[in-house]
């Protein structure tokens, strides 16, 4: 059985959550499981001969919370340290809490399983490709601990479970089983019924009618429309050749789909009647200036 050997590295300090890290919010500290230290630690670490890579220990004394967790950066305040919002979560700490840092050695991971705590993990194609993926950010894990995942801008949430060889392991350049336990709330029942209809869907015959309804309500421009010349305007296009096609025919209206529509036909509508041979036709040949003349001088009459 491995156990954490404990370093001379034993320090207290107040934490905060990295959104409150001056400057901008640190994404890679929010989806990792390492946390930013002052320079003061990395000066009495270097001092002690620390071994690599750095592991610490995080204890709440309150309320004897313990996880673990490594080092990404070294530019906090003094006195402070910045944790991911996950990892405050799982220690139950606030803002400004005093939190306690040893320097630990823990044994390389063989084995860990993982519990979602959401069915949603289940829609993740290969969900242990996307955990291996995440886990680059990782240093350690610990038995006990709700760590956070991102992937595809949504968070989820997984139980570590089980670890191997100890409660808590070292991630970093080793071989590691993974298994997963079923979601939070997961019944196999419910899975397969929802397998079967959304067959039942797939089966189903698609009705126009029932996939392009009836306009109901409001119907922008429903209004008739009046002529200036006092004239009727046709709908739809007549000739004299198909007088018994033209009266079969739906009349044309703006906006509402055909649902008579036949595969293979073409309908080429038209709102203007054509002119006739009469109106192409002038009456009289043009002539230029034909015109009756008038003066604006009135003619003086002759005594």
């Known amino acids: 059985m491995f156990h954490e050997i404990t370093r001379p590295f034993n320090m207290t300090y107040r934490c905060y959550s990295v959104s409150m890290l001056p400057g901008n919010e640190r994404q890679d500290v929010e989806r ?8 003061s630690a990395l000066e009495l670490l270097t001092r002690l001969n620390i071994e690599y890579p750095m592991i610490f220990k995080l204890t709440n004394k309150k309320t004897k919370r313990v996880t673990h967790c490594g ?27 005093l939190l306690q840092i040893e320097s630990v050695s823990l044994p390389v991971a063989t084995f860990s399983k993982f519990q979602p705590l959401s069915e949603d993990f289940l829609d993740i194609t290969n969900p242990k490709a996307v955990l291996e993926n995440c886990l680059r950010n990782y240093s350690c894990l610990t038995t006990g601990d709700v760590i956070a995942i991102k992937y595809n801008s949504k968070v989820y949430e997984l139980c570590v479970l089980e670890t191997k060889p100890g409660n808590a392991v070292i991630i970093i350049e080793c071989d590691m089983n993974v298994e997963f336990a ?26 126009p009618a029932v996939m392009m309804p009836e306009p109901s ?27 018994q096609a033209s009266n079969s025919r739906q009349p044309y209206i703006r906006g509402i789909p055909d649902y008579d529509y036949e595969i293979g036909t073409l309908r080429f509508i038209r709102n203007s009647r054509p002119p006739s041979a009469k109106e192409e036709t002038p009456l009289e040949p043009f002539q230029a200036f034909k015109g009756e003349g008038f003066t604006l001088r009135t003619a003086k009459s002759k005594n």
């Open 71 to 97: 080092v990404l950066e070294f530019v906090a305040d003094e006195g402070v340290v910045y944790l991911p919002h996950w990892m405050m979560a799982n220690l139950v700490l606030e803002e400004g809490a």
């Open 217 to 243: 309500g409001f119907v922008a421009f429903k209004g008739e429309g009046n002529r200036l010349d006092g004239k009727k305007k046709k709908l739809i296009s007549e000739s004299d050749t198909e007088p």
């Open 182 to 207: 079923p979601p939070v709330g997961y019944k196999e029942e419910d899975h397969i019924s929802r397998g079967d209809s959304s067959g039942d869907i797939g089966e189903m015959e698609t009705d």
């Open 32 to 39: 990792g499981g390492k946390i930013i230290m002052p320079p």
